[in-house]
T-cell receptor, first 109, second 115 residues
Framework: DAKTTQPTSMDCAEGRAANLPCNHS???????VYWYRQIHSQGPQYIIH???NNETNEMASLIITEDRKSSTLILPHATLRDTAVYYC??????????FGTGTSLTVIP | DTGVSQDPRHKITKRGQNVTFRCDPI?????LYWYRQTLGQGPEFLTY????????KSRLLSDRFSAERPKGSFSTLEIQRTEQGDSAMYLC?????????????FGSGTQLSVL
């Protein structure tokens, strides 16, 4: 079962940073936070994951709070192609990836 | 990198018929997953393989569903006596499990419509 809470939908202006929050208050010490996104009619796409430290790659940044009970995915300069459903997933070694209903992000021109 | 390939992309069938889907994972990946997704919902885990061994099956996977990965490469998912409730997107994913953490790479899915 999904262990995360995300807003149902968000809008972001093109070119601005998109900040997508995720609450995971019951996260265990060995569980990772993963972010995936799904563009209409495609399979989910891996974005980033982290355990405790903040992470950055070519797609996004992941900020995890010190108590690890919440995190934020940051798309630094949103484009129209970033319009998608974004899933925050908490999972540990040997456990499955359970997707919730995610956040539907709409990037507005 | 050819990615995860699924075939067919779309399947329309009549209630009561059997259907089979195929998934070709990324070549060096040892784990293969099947998920199902209905409109407005996130993907739901069905089952997964590590090499040839099917290690876990969800309670969602009724007796009418069977999955195989005979040589640890491609996998098939068969649904017998399809029902209208089986209409969904069936997604396959693969990963390279090294005992630590893993990243799942998904295919584009097979959209099943049961009439």
């Amino acid at each position: 079962d999904a262990k995360t809470t995300q807003p149902t939908s968000m809008d972001c202006a093109e070119g601005r940073a998109a900040n997508l929050p995720c609450n995971h208050s019951t996260i265990s010490g060995n569980e990772y936070v993963y972010w995936y996104r799904q563009i209409h009619s495609q399979g989910p796409q891996y974005i980033i994951h982290g355990l405790k430290n903040n992470e950055t790659n070519e797609m996004a940044s992941l900020i995890i709070t010190e108590d690890r009970k919440s995190s934020t995915l940051i798309l630094p300069h949103a484009t129209l192609r970033d319009t998608a459903v974004y899933y925050c997933i908490v999972t540990g070694t040997g456990n499955q990836f359970y997707f919730g209903t995610g956040t539907s992000l709409t990037v507005i021109p | 990198d050819t990615g995860v390939s699924q075939d067919p992309r779309h399947k329309i069938t009549k209630r009561g018929q059997n259907v089979t889907f195929r998934c070709d994972p990324i070549s060096e990946h040892n784990r293969l997953y099947w998920y199902r997704q209905t409109l407005g919902q996130g993907p739901e885990f069905l089952t997964y393989f590590q090499n040839e061994a099917q290690l876990e099956k969800s309670r969602l996977l009724s007796d009418r569903f069977s999955a195989e990965r005979p040589k640890g490469s491609f996998s098939t998912l068969e649904i017998q006596r399809t029902e209208q409730g089986d209409s969904a997107m069936y997604l396959c994913a693969s990963s390279l499990w090294t005992g630590f953490n893993e990243k799942l790479f998904f295919g584009s899915g097979t959209q099943l419509s049961v009439l």
